[in-house]
């Protein structure tokens, strides 16, 4: 396993990349004490998970490499990022096993590629904890990857009802060539 940490994302105040700006190459839990919002943000290596609450809270929202000059309108967010995770980036094998229901009960599926639908694939309207072994992972609520999603990294995740009553129906791996 090599994980590699050379992630830069510059935000902004304003839309199309304008007012203050802030430069991040690490997890930043509340944005409040560099700018008072932000709106845009550019992207120049890595991956980023951004949550429109301080301290990593609220909704998740991913974003890799590139321009996100008006992001509020493109995710059809209500709010501003106010904190971000960095997602180091990953190279070696992807293992997670989910759960059909809570502390690893029910049905178990060993999973080491993407799922579209784990209705069409195990039979499985949704699972309910897991255990992420190797990689880090994106979960969406609805099939296809869409619809909310969360961030996973190597841990164990006993229970999804204390994310909201998040039901997750596919999973993602986040991959080096994202980078």
């Keep these: ?24 190459m690490s997890d930043c839990g509340d944005f409040s004490s560099y700018m008072s919002r932000c ?23 991913f974003f890799r490499r590139g321009d996100y000059a008006d992001y509020m309108s493109m995710f059809g967010m209500n709010d501003c990022i106010r904190s971000c995770r960095m997602i180091p980036m990953y190279k070696g ?12 009960m029910g049905q178990m599926y060993e999973m080491m590629d993407d799922c579209d639908s784990t209705m069409d694939r195990y039979r499985m309207s949704h699972c309910q904890s897991c255990h992420v072994m190797d990689g880090h992972w994106l979960f969406y609520e609805q099939p296809h990857y869409r619809g909310k ?10 229970s999804f009802s204390n994310m909201g009553g998040m039901r997750f129906m596919s999973m993602r791996r986040i991959m080096d060539s994202w980078y």
């Design 39 to 61: 709106h845009s943000c550019r992207v120049e290596s890595g991956c980023w998970m951004m949550y429109d609450r301080p301290n990593y809270m609220g909704n998740q929202y």
């Design 149 to 158: 999603m969360w961030y996973f990294k190597p841990g164990e995740y006993r």
């Design 93 to 104: 094998s992807y293992r997670m096993r989910i759960y059909e229901r809570e502390n690893f």
């Design 1 to 24: 396993m090599l994980l590699i940490n050379s992630n830069l994302v510059i935000f902004y105040e304003d839309r199309n990349f304008q007012g203050r700006s802030y430069e991040c």
